[in-house]
């Protein structure tokens, strides 16, 4: 199949692009440099390449990702993320194209105490979260063949991620601290991009949930980190969302559970502490 790819050069896209080689004619899309110009912002420039490519699938990866930068700048986050998703979605719809979009736990408030399930209401906290879930929603609207993906603490060998910052900090501080009070499912980038590549033909369409097995709060997470690249020297002091301010509320507990894949009697992810274990060999 041709599948286009939007944010190809970032952290996700990147890995996306390289599960789908081999199986799939890929068309690699970003606003960076390093991949056919798209800004998905634009909606001409969206509908062009759709009707000039003509793509089976789209996986729809860019997006405004900042999560503190969006809340500073609400208006771009809701023209990237939500204006992109809808002339995405729009383009698609007009020749029959399947669209995935990734989404993220952001969408939800944090307040369930349990894991969210795809059947669970969204009620976002942050502009970020406001405008993936914009994004969402046009998606669902609009293009009947649709797969929507939430994940959650994507991280990887390369891109800007929370396991590569910790292991920075590392290189040049004997003691860390890390937010021990916000628990969550971290998920290896290249996991996620083989489960999206999987998913290219797939009619079973609607809304899933897409994390490593397990959770942890990132105070778990560092030490994990830190363990798996054999600096156990390096201390790590457990502190509260309080002692670490941000622009935009952090949800407290953002556990996404596979709920859709257990019910089909397909959740086999592995835990997060495996990837980890992967993610320092890979570096
Ligand atoms: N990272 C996480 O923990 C996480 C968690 C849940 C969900 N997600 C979702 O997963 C997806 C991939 O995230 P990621 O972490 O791989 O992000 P990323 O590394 O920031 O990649 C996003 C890519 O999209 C590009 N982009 C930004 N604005 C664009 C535009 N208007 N048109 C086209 N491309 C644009 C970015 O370029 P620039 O770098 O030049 O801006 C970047 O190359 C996103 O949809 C995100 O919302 C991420």
Redesign the pocket.
């Given at each position: 199949m041709r599948v286009l790819v939007?944010?190809a050069?970032?952290?996700?896209?990147s890995l996306v692009c390289r599960s789908l080689e081999g199986s799939h004619t890929v068309v690699p899309?970003?606003?960076?440099d390093g991949c056919e110009r798209?800004?998905?912002?634009d909606t001409g420039a969206v509908f062009d390449i759709i009707s000039r490519v003509h793509p089976q699938t789209v996986i729809h990866?860019?997006?405004?990702?900042d999560v503190d930068g969006c809340e500073r700048a609400p208006d771009a986050a809701h023209k990237?993320?939500a204006i992109?998703a809808w002339n995405l979605a729009c383009a698609c719809a007009s020749i029959n194209c399947a669209i995935i979009y990734?989404?993220?736990?952001?969408v939800f408030d944090g307040e369930k105490g349990e894991p969210y399930t795809e059947f669970d209401s969204p009620n976002p906290q942050g502009a970020y979260g406001a405008s993936?879930l914009a994004g969402e929603q046009a998606i669902e609207q609009i293009c009947r063949k649709h797969h929507i993906v939430r994940?959650?603490?994507?991280f990887a060998p390369h891109?800007?991620?929370f396991a590569l910052s910790i292991l920075n900090a590392a290189e040049t501080k004997s003691e860390l601290r890390v937010v021990a009070d916000q628990v969550g499912s971290p998920t290896y980038?290249r996991d996620l991009s083989e489960y999206l590549a999987s998913l290219v033909g797939s009619q079973l369409y609607g809304t899933y949930h897409f994390t490593n097995s397990g959770s942890c709060s990132w105070y778990e997470f560092a030490r994990e980190i830190l363990n798996a690249a054999g600096k156990t020297e390096v201390k790590v002091e457990p502190i509260t969302s309080e002692q670490w301010p941000t622009p935009t509320k952090r949800p407290k507990y953002s556990v996404l559970r596979r709920y859709r894949m257990e019910l089909l009697g397909r959740d086999d992810t592995r835990s997060w502490q495996s990837a980890v274990a992967e993610f320092a060999a890979a570096l």
């Open positions: 939007t944010g050069c970032g952290m996700l896209g899309t970003d606003i960076a798209l800004d998905v912002a990866c860019a997006a405004m990702t990237i993320n992109g990734v989404s993220t736990d952001y993936k994940t959650s603490w994507l891109g800007k991620n980038a």
